[in-house]
């Protein structure tokens, strides 16, 4: 099936081509900023682990909770 993939999207966008040309190029430019989005979005949170296991903010956690002593 792996090998048939290919072929298959090559077909199909040669059938969404003929259809509507503009609806193809609409579907590729949309799906590229999808990704270029998804992948900034990423790049965004790599840092927050590092933020969250710093002692500051550790300290800033630990004075909001609610105390369980009684």
């Avoid at 999207?9 to 270029?36: K, P, Y």
């Amino acid at each position: 099936m792996a090998k048939r993939l290919p072929q298959l999207i090559r077909r199909s966008l040669a059938l969404g081509w003929q259809v509507d040309r503009a609806a193809v190029i609409a579907l590729l430019g949309v799906q590229l900023l999808s990704g270029v989005l998804e992948a900034l979005g990423l790049r965004a949170t790599t840092g927050v682990p590092s933020l969250c296991s710093s002692a500051t903010a550790q300290r800033g956690v630990s004075s909001k909770r609610p105390s369980t002593a009684w």
